[in-house]
């Protein structure tokens, strides 16, 4: 079965810091990966994919994400972290024409 | 731009009354579904739509139907309210296959008693 794992259910990092936020995946043939952010009682936004192309993924809010396909993984990493960082970040797969499997998330948390 | 618009925002239900939860969008987009969202469990897929009039299960659907009569409308209903269908639910839209990203309304948070 395709999947996401997030093997980190929370990450504090110190605003102005570098984050990174794991994810790793087990699909068959090519993945198709996303990250999303959810922020205090809001709905899921978009903040990047790969499809196929540079292992380097940017995306929204200064945001990016490396593949890695003999690690089979999906990080996503920010340079200097924001106090307004601080959200729930979901790692996802495509898993059929058109769903979606989502990891459990990881709370980041940006210390001022 | 309203996108994803799901009503209502918050519910209360008592076990064992039924209440529809409603979903639209005005993207055109041709694959809807329906998720929930639990503490340490992530988003699970309840029942998606590929388009009108055809629908399928997805990971969780027990206790829930769903029906898509038009391209804009996909709502949930809950049939019989347990206790253990309190959840925050997100309805979201996708306008084409696989590589293409998905678009999420505000949600809906349920708590049965």
């Known amino acids: 079965a395709q999947s996401v794992a997030q093997p980190e259910d929370q990450v504090n990092v110190a605003e102005g810091n570098p984050l990174t936020v794991k994810c790793t995946y087990s699909?068959?043939?090519?993945?198709?990966l996303f990250w999303y952010v959810q922020y205090p009682n809001r709905g899921l936004q978009f903040l990047l994919k790969?499809?196929?192309?540079?292992?380097l993924v940017k995306g929204s809010y200064g945001f990016e994400a490396e593949f890695n396909k003999s690690q089979t993984s999906f990080h996503l990493k920010k340079p200097s972290a924001l106090v307004s960082d601080s959200a729930l970040y979901f790692c996802?797969?495509?898993?059929?024409?058109?769903?979606?499997?989502f990891g459990k998330g990881t709370k980041l948390s940006v210390i001022p | 731009n309203a996108g994803v618009t799901q009503t209502p925002k918050f519910q209360v239900l008592k076990t064992g009354q039924s209440m529809t939860l409603q979903c639209a969008q005005d993207?055109?987009?041709?694959?809807m579904s329906w998720y929930r969202q639990d503490p340490g469990m992530g988003l699970r897929l309840i029942h998606y739509?590929?388009?009108?009039?055809?629908?399928d299960q997805g990971e969780v659907p027990n206790g829930y139907n769903v029906s898509r009569s038009t391209t804009e409308d996909f709502p949930l209903r809950l049939l019989s309210a347990a206790p253990s269908q309190t959840s925050v639910y997100f309805c979201?839209?996708?306008?084409?296959?696989?590589?293409?990203?998905?678009?999420f309304g505000q949600g809906t948070r349920l708590t049965v008693v």
């Open positions: 993207m055109n987009h041709e694959y």
């Open positions: 790969y499809i196929t192309g540079d292992n």
């Open positions: 739509s590929v388009g009108a009039g055809i629908t």
């Open positions: 699909v068959s043939g090519n993945p198709y």
């Open positions: 996802a797969v495509r898993t059929g024409s058109y769903q979606l499997t």
């Open positions: 979201a839209s996708k306008g084409g296959r696989g590589n293409t990203e998905a678009f």
